[in-house]
């Protein structure tokens, strides 16, 4: 019976790792893979970049990206998706084997389902999930004792392929430095209960230790990089707070997994939670005989692991370890020791559950997929590429054309460009953050802000002769777009609901503008075959990120269109609703507005975004009561959050309620030193008030608000 | 601290989901008011108070008017009025809240045990879950009350000396509020039995024992069940009185059966279908199971008493959802009884080294029982919906009355314009107009099944949902109506009921909302009434609802759904249509909505919108067969027959005993010509599922219509051979000879069936 749940587990790992690919640093891989064996050489500065080109850049996964590159040129994406779906198959094998060596079955298997729970959402072709099998491998090969020279020769290859591949490598010298301090506590340390004697060892044993030591940090000099490379991971964790915290904030697996809101919850990452009790568990239950080294490095990948989403995998394979070691351990409840026939029909009554829950996932798996709107088919999450993340279209524009210069990109399209048109266009920026710096990346978000002075800087600095926009993985930039429209020295050649491209009306790109320049007056809303779609569940991103960039480009009727065409596909989506909404406060028809933001929140009670408007929607009904509500309830959830500070401000100031509305000032130019819309509004009444004098104080904070806006 | 110290915490701490589930009971209890039939007891309960006696026959309808009934719940009416009467409903509702907690005190002291009340906890929390869903102001609360207080008396006290009166009074007030008075008499006679088998016959293992009776108990019991069942004759009709409940009882057999296809908690809450489900009745199986299990583990020294009385309740919730808290009462006294029985080792696996980490474990056991108890509190009892006729919000649980379930403003329109007469009425408002209106108004029917009984019922039947016009006039003339109300808060009113009155000369529409219509006879006692309030539908236009009032709040917009319902089934569809339109503004995600709307733009023959609605309404209710077969039929529509076969096929796989489905599929098929699937399929329904020879027709037709004459004349001769000397067949065929077959040799074969 354990057999056929081991099977089964694999089964589902093998699926699961055969997810389609949806990772956006992978196309930087690619390119930098296919540079490296054209070239033959590493490169110790940019190349694919036009605003970074020659600054040092320490490529830390090289080795990957070859790899990546091969693979692709041989197989294409199916053999990406292979080689994915061997290390991870790989892990799991490692993870079985481990478990199995205690001489359980059915517990090691069951907290495998956490393992892999949490592991589906780092199930992306990168660098990391060799980190997770070299770290597995790593907790192998010292669980299985430092006696032998064999096992540092293992180590010591196993380091170099690490220290080129990711830049986690440094977490193996860690581990067995850890073993090592461990060793030296017990030996130094009076520990409470027996912890000096459990894991304890020998003379020997803790000299091999430190041998392996020297050996693995050894092999961390076998880099292109020599020294620079073995302190490229120490440079990135020093520079982790200060100014490069502005990347937490804006990269989704920076993210922390579980914050003071959540703490008490279920929801979200439930398996996580699950895998830090069942581990912490253990702790408390043999309290009497820990092993200190296990219970450092449990400590210590929790931390990591509550730092941010990436890093959640690293803890639940530790957590594992910590658990099957704790697996043997009698606690005071005895379970079933006198029945021994009662215990095995237990297990096989829970096996046959995990069994059912194992077939049943793969079940729920196989039918997750989306609409694709090329084949009108359903597309499944599983093989081949994602069509709902990246900007394939457009790109295909820039590819089919042969269209090549210096663009000016968003951050999350930055990698796909590189990977599909590079060397023809270079990126402005790419996921490579470390590269860039914290600086560079706050001065290309102010140009998405609507910097648009800033912008024409950075198009002369750089010779840019392009702008890529991407709405597929990211928001429109309503300002940037705006400005570029209206710009006459660039002309708009490719639009549609995946983004838009912009050439710089120069002789260089005149063959291009000539043949495609697109007029959006005469923009046709796509229909769609309702028919061959059936019931089939549809989000229509295709219309509505058209009607968000034709909204914020002022045009209204194409933008009502498209919205109705969405809703017509599928009334539940919020979105569409909103945007109505939007286009009927733009055309200040303020009750259908209403209605239409209201109609968004019933869809989406919890969305903090959709209760804005509405607040808005009150605001323009003159129901300043309920505006003051909804703001209240917002930043009562999102204390962050200066857009609704400054809102409530409005609101208050038109409730005549001063003295809140200059605490919601002052809180709100803490959260956000920008100008901010609303604030014109503000000035207005203080104005037709003749305020100006009573509220002093307010009035100083808005000037200064427009002496940094007027700066920058 | 000490294994003594620990035991007193798990003793303190298992006190705690007591007082969280009388807390939480109370909560519960405060449900509004939303009871049909409490209606019909206010009236009587006025009607008694008043004229100081309780008929014997009956007064209230139009119909039965004279009628024999014994009215077994007079003394439950005379409460409820005079408790409505003097604290309006919330009145009844904390009559409800002291019933429900003496219940339950009552159970909690036959379960007391102050080393196992983990166990005592745990089934009254079961029996919580069951008995809530019948908190509802009726008669079946004092039963549920009698019931408890019963087992009490005979499970712990039958050797007191007030063991006897007490349950002769419990028993006259018993059989002057229910009629499952009888349950009385038969508890006692359940025991007087299981003693005499204890004493007479050899049972299993130590189950002689189990439970004896001394000889003096035995005597006492039998006495017991003397009393009682002379304590029957105090009722007002005597001798009838106390035959009634087994009149009623035998009737249920015969044609009264049909009550229990209609009403729904006379329905049987398991059924084949269900019976693995999760989802459908889980605290009432758990029940089941968890009882049965008890009888397992203590199978040596089963109480017989305890046996007969779970098997008989078990049978009794079995047939009727409304007996489930009888047996949720049944299953809570056996099983403790049985756990108590046997060792807490002989249950649960587990060992504990240390005394302190079993106490430790019930009081971690009786707080997550205490958290549990209160989240589902708080879960309940936190249901609002939206009064929009009032804008604000409305707690479920916080008293009043639920108006969603009455056609209430109809109602109120009848009171406030003092209008009379015998009125047609639908069987659910029937007790809502007694309560109301009577004695201005007199009813066509109301609750009281066993007095109008199963010919009466199936003739209403006939009135109401197939809308037999020539019985209604007959019966419009029979009983004198002047009046109809069609009630629409419950239900839809069946189209052919609908437009019968609409359309007919002598009937006036003078009121019209989503709860109801009401028709006034055009006669001279009734034209002021018309000549101030005569409504045209035609220019019908929604109310207003002011949407910045409602703000943020989830209002249901049943009131407009309800009116576009009944305005479609009139067939005036712009002002369905507007009233659509305007429940989408309320709650773009109310979907009933889209079925709807697909209807009216399928009748308006723009199949395309008709389409598009019916695909929404299909992706948001898959399983929804209605709303699978509108699609198919949009298919069809649209001439796409290879999608629309799609959809059939669907829905032959996933209702396989609804034979329109195949018929319909062997429609699309022969419309995509695939002939012989066609015939293929109209063979696995005809005749083994369905014998309906006008579908067969109709694909006859289309075969016909496709020139596939070959096919035609197989499925012909295939019916007819079942058909045979079917004389509405003979005349269905002459309308085939007539029209489309041109074949020569179809007609010819109908000619020769039509001749023979």
């Known amino acids: 019976m354990g057999l056929i749940v081991i099977f089964l587990l694999l089964g589902l790992v093998m699926f699961e790792a055969n997810v389609e690919i949806k990772d956006f640093d992978i196309w930087l891989h690619l390119a930098s893979g296919r540079y490296i064996i054209d070239h033959f050489s590493v490169p110790q500065a940019d190349v694919l970049s036009c605003s970074i080109s020659g600054k040092p850049w320490i490529n830390h996964s090289w080795l990957f990206q070859v790899l990546l590159a091969e693979s692709y040129r041989a197989a294409g994406f199916e053999g990406l998706i292979n080689l994915q779906v061997a290390i991870v198959l790989l892990i799991f094998i490692l993870l079985i084997f481990l478990g199995l060596r205690t001489g359980h079955q059915l517990l090691p298997l069951s907290f495998l389902i956490l393992v892999l729970l949490t592991f589906e959402t780092r199930l992306t072709l990168r660098p990391d999930i060799f980190s997770f099998l070299f770290l597995v491998f790593y907790i ?573 | 601290m000490s294994d003594r110290f620990w035991k007193k915490m798990s003793y303190v701490f298992s006190l705690l989901p007591i007082g969280a589930l009388f807390g939480v009971l109370v909560s519960l209890a405060n449900l509004e008011i939303r009871d049909l039939d409490l209606w019909l007891h206010l009236g009587m309960g006025k009607f008694i108070t008043l004229h100081g006696f309780v008929p014997d026959y009956d007064i209230l309808s139009s119909t039965i008017a004279g009628k024999m009934w014994i009215n077994h719940e007079w003394l439950f009416q005379v409460i409820v009025y005079h408790l409505f009467n003097l604290f309006g409903p919330d009145g009844l509702l904390k009559m409800q809240m002291v019933l429900v907690v003496a219940t339950v005190f009552f159970l909690l002291l036959i379960g007391y045990n102050k080393d196992r009340l983990a166990i005592t906890n745990f089934f009254l929390v079961i029996v919580m879950l069951l008995y809530q869903q019948r908190f509802t102001i009726r008669p079946d609360l004092f039963s549920l009350l009698f019931f408890a207080i019963y087992i009490f008396v005979l499970a712990l006290h039958l050797d007191k000396k007030w063991a006897l009166p007490v349950l002769f009074i419990v028993q006259v007030l018993w059989t002057n509020i229910h009629g499952f008075f009888f349950f009385g008499p038969f508890f006692v006679l359940i025991g007087v039995f299981s003693e005499w088998l204890r004493r007479s016959v050899r049972l299993p293992y130590e189950w002689n024992d189990s439970g004896k009776l001394t000889d003096e108990e035995y005597v006492r019991l039998q006495i017991i069940f003397l009393v009682v069942s002379l304590a029957c004759f105090f009722n007002p009709s005597g001798v009838q009185g106390v035959l009634y409940p087994l009149r009623v009882l035998f009737s249920l057999g015969g044609e009264n059966k049909i009550f229990f296809d209609y009403i729904q908690e006379l329905q049987k809450p398991i059924n084949f279908n269900t019976l693995w489900s999760l989802g459908e009745s889980r605290y009432y199986k758990l029940a089941i199971v968890l009882s049965f299990m008890t009888f397992i583990y203590n199978r040596r020294r089963i109480d017989v008493s305890a046996l007969l009385l779970w098997i008989i309740f078990l049978i009794f919730s079995l047939n009727a959802g409304r007996n489930i808290p009888f047996f949720a009462f049944s299953a809570y006294l056996v099983s403790i009884t049985n756990l108590f029985n046997i060792d807490f080792k002989e249950i649960v696996p587990l060992r504990f080294s240390y005394k302190k980490f079993q106490y430790l474990t019930l009081i971690v056991f009786h707080l997550l029982m205490v958290i549990w108890i209160f989240e589902y509190g708080q879960e309940m009892t936190s249901r609002v919906y939206y009064d929009i006729d009032n804008y604000e919000r409305k707690a479920e649980f916080n008293g009043g009355i639920g108006k969603e379930g009455y056609p209430y403003k109809a109602v109120a329109f009848l009171k406030e314009n003092h209008i009379e007469g015998n009125f047609f009425n639908d069987f659910n408002s029937g007790a809502y107009l007694v309560g109301n209106v009577f004695p201005q108004i007199k009813v066509f029917i109301d609750g009281r099944t066993e007095v109008y009984g199963g010919k009466f019922f199936r003739k209403y039947n006939e009135l109401w949902k197939d809308g037999n016009t020539a019985l209604l006039d007959k019966e419009i003339a029979r009983y004198h109506l002047t009046g109809a109300l069609l009630n629409s808060s419950r239900q839809h009113i069946p189209k052919e009921t609908l437009q019968y009155f609409y359309h007919a000369k002598d009937w006036v529409l003078v009121y019209f909302d989503h709860d109801a219509l009401i028709f006034l006879k055009d006669i001279p006692k009734n034209k002021k009434w018309i000549e101030k309030f005569r409504i045209d539908l035609t220019a019908w236009k929604p109310p207003v609802v002011d949407l910045l009032k409602i703000g943020e709040a989830r209002a249901v917009p049943f009131q407009n759904y309800y009116r576009a319902y009944t305005l479609e089934s009139l067939d005036l569809d712009e002002p369905a249509l507007l009233e659509l339109e305007e429940a989408l503004k309320i709650a773009p995600d109310y979907f009933q909505v889209y079925s709807l709307l697909g209807k009216i733009y399928a009748k308006k023959k723009n199949y395309a919108k008709a389409f598009q609605y019916f695909r929404v309404k299909l992706g948001v209710s898959p399983s929804d067969k209605e709303a699978r077969f509108n699609l198919a039929m949009a298919y069809n529509d649209l001439k796409e027959y290879a999608y629309a076969m799609k959809q059939y096929q669907i829905i032959v796989r996933s209702w396989p005993n609804d034979p329109k489905g195949y018929f319909f599929l062997s429609n699309a098929y022969v419309k995509n010509k695939e002939y012989e699937k066609a015939v293929n399929v109209f063979k696995k329904v005809y005749p083994n599922k369905s014998k309906s020879f006008q579908d067969s027709i109709k694909i006859i037709e289309n075969l016909c219509d496709q020139k596939a004459y070959a096919y035609a004349k197989e499925i012909f001769d295939f019916v007819s051979r079942v058909e045979g000397n079917n004389e509405d067949f003979k005349n269905d065929l002459n309308d085939l000879k007539t029209s489309k077959c041109l074949d020569f040799d179809i007609k010819n074969s109908c000619s020769d069936v039509c001749e023979n």
């Open chain 1, 140 to 712: 192998f090969i010292l669980s299985n004792g430092l006696n032998h020279w064999r096992t540092l020769l293992i180590l010591f290859f196993v380091q170099v392929l690490w220290v080129n591949i990711h830049g986690f490598f440094i977490l193996g010298p860690f581990m067995i430095l850890i073993g090592i301090i461990a060793e030296w506590i017990r030996r130094h340390i009076r520990l409470p209960y027996e912890w000096n004697n459990i894991g304890k060892l020998n003379d020997d044993e803790y000299l091999f230790f430190k041998i392996a030591f020297a050996v693995v940090v050894g092999a961390c000099f076998i880099n292109p990089y020599g020294l620079r490379g073995v302190l490229y991971p120490l440079n990135i964790l020093s520079s982790l707070s200060g100014e490069s915290k502005i990347f937490f904030s804006h990269i989704s697996e920076l993210a922390k997994p579980i914050t003071f809101q959540t703490v008490f919850s279920l929801e979200p990452y439930w398996y996580f939670r699950a895998a830090i009790f069942v581990s912490f568990l253990g702790f408390i239950i043999h309290r009497k005989k820990i092993d200190i080294s296990i219970l450092l490095l449990w400590g210590i990948f929790l931390v990591l692991g509550l730092s941010a989403l990436r890093n959640m995998v690293f803890f639940v394979l530790f957590a594992y370890v910590t658990f099957l070691f704790h697996l043997d351990i009698l606690s005071p409840i005895k379970f079933l020791e006198e029945r021994e026939k009662l215990k095995y029909v237990l297990a096989i009554i829970l096996k046959i559950f995990l069994v059912a829950w194992i077939i049943n996932y793969i079940g729920a798996l196989s039918v997750r997929g989306y609409f694709d709107f090329d084949t009108l088919e359903r597309k499944s999450e599983f093989g081949g590429v994602s069509k709902r993340l990246f900007p394939y279209k457009a790109v295909d524009f820039l590819v089919e054309n042969k269209i090549k210069g210096n663009f000016y990109n968003q951050f999350n399209s930055g990698a796909y460009l590189l990977g599909r048109t590079y060397p023809d266009i270079k990126v402005f920026i790419d996921g490579r953050t470390e590269v860039y710096g914290p600086r560079f990346f706050k001065k290309s978000q102010d140009i998405l802000y609507g910097d648009y002075k800033y912008f024409e800087n950075t198009v002369k600095k750089y010779n840019i002769t392009g702008v890529f926009l991407n709405w597929m993985s990211d928001r429109v930039p309503e300002k940037l777009l705006k400005n570029l429209y209206a710009d006459k020295s660039w002309v708009l050649v490719y639009f549609d609901y995946d983004g838009a491209v912009f050439l710089k009306d120069i002789i260089e790109n005149q063959k291009w503008i000539l043949r495609h320049r697109v007029d959006l007056d005469r923009f046709v809303v796509p229909k769609l075959d309702m028919l061959k779609v059936g019931i089939t569940p549809v989000i229509p991103f295709q219309y509505l990120n058209r009607a968000n960039a034709f909204l914020a480009l002022g045009f209204l009727e194409q933008a009502r269109l498209e919205a109705q065409q969405a809703l017509r596909i599928d009334p539940r989506i919020t979105e569409s609703y909103k945007l109505l909404g939007s286009i009927a406060a733009k055309q200040k028809n303020y009750d259908d507005a209403f209605c239409y933001y209201r109609q968004a929140k019933l869809l989406s009670p919890h969305d903090l975004e959709i209760r804005y408007y509405l607040a808005q929607g009150f605001y323009y009904l003159e129901d300043l009561d309920n505006a003051q509500k909804q703001c209240e309830k917002i930043v009562a959830a999102e204390p962050q959050n200066a857009k609704t500070f400054y809102f409530l401000v409005l609101v208050l100031i038109k409730q005549e309620k001063y003295e809140e509305a200059l605490k919601a000032l002052k809180k709100a130019d803490k959260l956000s030193p920008y100008f901010s819309e609303e604030l014109k509004d503000v000035e207005d009444i203080l104005k037709t008030k003749n305020l100006f004098g009573p509220l002093k104080e307010m009035n100083e904070i808005i000037e200064k608000k427009k002496k940094v806006r007027r700066s920058k």
